[in-house]
Structures are given as structure tokens and as C-alpha cells.
């Protein structure tokens, strides 16, 4: 099939606008440029991740259901067809993530102020709960350890704590001033982007990985253990890669 392997993905805004767009940026062979093309999706609300085979992006995006409600829902995005197809209805997603190991996507829902994790497959059936946060909670980031054997999810709303659910136990660690994060691909651990020093930086454990004066956001690790965070200067955000 199609060799997906030398895509990227970024999020950025527009000009302001309240929308967020997905842009494929597809380098030439051994080279990297800076330049995104001009293939984009519109309104993805606060999620997206690749599917497993990398054929296309599982996205969450705010559409009216056949009932005239409003609420976040599931997509996919097939590289090939170029759109978005709708997977869910009315289902009210906040966060998605493909599982590592099996065929299905983890996905956060709010209903009546009552936050939650759950699981679907791929066509969007078959939703059933993983496991309730305690009510009023936000869902910041979620992520699974590369084997599929612990899934983590950082909540708020105030003192950031880290759930981590496995063989269907929860351990909560509170993560003062924790944002979002990222599982090392390699030794599993777990880095994320802090305010605790008052600015954004990039943190694992105890030690402090980046200093940037205006911040460091949204770590994301690639397969060979470098990070990828998007950082804040004088000229805006830029895509920053850490080796």
C-alpha cells in the first residue's frame, strides 16, 4: 500500500480564527522542510491522533447530529479520499487516542458534568465505559505505555492529577502545574510540558529537559527517542526538535 512514513502532522491556528486545521507537511525523501501543504482540515475541536496502520487520522470535530444538537463527535480522515468521515453521533468525544496493540480508539466523554474514558472500535460501535473520573474533572491529555498495557490520563481542574489504569486498577499521582505529556517510546517514561516554574518547559521526573523563556508545549516523542514540542518566541510558535 501507500508508505506513510515520512508524514507529519501540525496543529496550527488561523490567523486568529477560532478553528484549528490539520496539515499534512510530506518532506522529500532525506530531506525536512518547513513548508505545509495546503491539504487541511477544518474545526478539529481538541483531539486527533494516526490511525495504527497510518492510512489516515482519527479526529474530533463539533457537528450538528441529525436531532439538531451540537456536540463532538468522532471523524476519520483517510489519506487517500481526502475528507473527513463521521464515525459517531451525538457521543459528546473530548479525546481520542488509537490503542497500541489492538484494534480499537480510547476515547474521553463529559455527560452531565460526569467525565469519563472509554473504548470503540475503529467504525465508531461498540462503546463501552473503561472507567468514570470524579465528576466535575477535565481531561487534559490521555495516552497509553507502547505495549497497551497502562493507560494515563491527566485531569484537572485545578491540581493536575495522573490516572493510570491497568488490569482494571487506578493509581492517581498528583502532577503539579503538568499540561499535557508523552510516553518515551523506548524506557516508557513519561515526559510533559510543566508551568511549575511559572513558564511552560519540558520536565521527566524531577529535571527539567528545556529552558525557553516564553515556553515549551505539547511534547510528542518519536520512535527513535527524540522530542518535538511545540515552542512559544518572538515570532510566535515554531515546531522545535530535541535530540
Do not use: M
Not at 46 to 71: C, H, M, N
Request: net charge negative; no cysteine; glycine share 8%.
Amino acid at each position: 500500500g501507500e508508505d506513510y512514513s515520512t508524514l507529519s502532522l501540525v496543529v496550527y491556528d488561523l490567523d486568529g480564527a477560532e478553528e484549528v486545521a490539520l496539515a499534512l507537511d510530506v518532506p522529500p525523501s532525506g530531506q525536512h522542510t518547513a513548508s505545509l501543504s495546503t491539504a487541511t482540515v477544518r474545526g478539529v475541536e481538541s483531539s486527533f491522533d494516526w490511525s495504527a496502520d497510518g492510512s489516515g487520522i482519527y479526529l474530533v470535530q463539533q457537528k450538528d447530529t441529525p436531532e439538531g444538537d451540537r456536540f463532538r463527535d468522532l471523524f476519520f480522515w483517510d489519506l487517500n479520499a481526502k475528507k473527513p468521515r463521521r464515525l459517531t453521533s451525538g457521543i459528546r468525544v473530548g479525546h481520542v487516542r488509537s490503542h497500541p496493540t489492538e484494534a480499537s480508539l480510547t476515547i474521553s466523554r463529559s455527560v452531565d458534568s460526569q467525565p469519563s474514558i472509554w473504548q470503540v472500535d475503529y467504525s465508531g460501535e461498540n462503546l463501552h465505559k473503561l472507567f468514570d473520573l470524579d465528576p466535575f474533572q477535565t481531561v487534559r491529555d490521555v495516552e497509553w505505555s507502547l505495549n497497551g498495557d497502562t493507560l494515563f490520563v491527566l485531569a484537572g481542574p485545578d491540581s493536575p492529577e495522573l490516572i493510570s489504569w491497568s488490569d482494571g486498577s487506578l493509581t492517581t499521582t498528583e502532577k503539579p502545574g503538568w499540561t499535557s505529556f508523552a510516553v518515551h517510546p523506548q524506557n516508557h517514561a513519561l515526559i510533559a510540558a510543566s508551568t511549575l516554574s511559572g513558564i511552560s518547559n519540558l520536565v521527566q521526573d524531577d529535571a527539567w529537559l528545556t529552558d525557553v523563556n516564553f515556553g515549551a508545549f505539547d511534547p510528542h516523542i518519536a520512535p527513535d527517542g527524540s522530542i518535538v514540542a511545540s515552542v512559544f518566541g518572538e515570532d510566535g510558535f515554531t515546531i522545535k526538535h530535541y535530540q
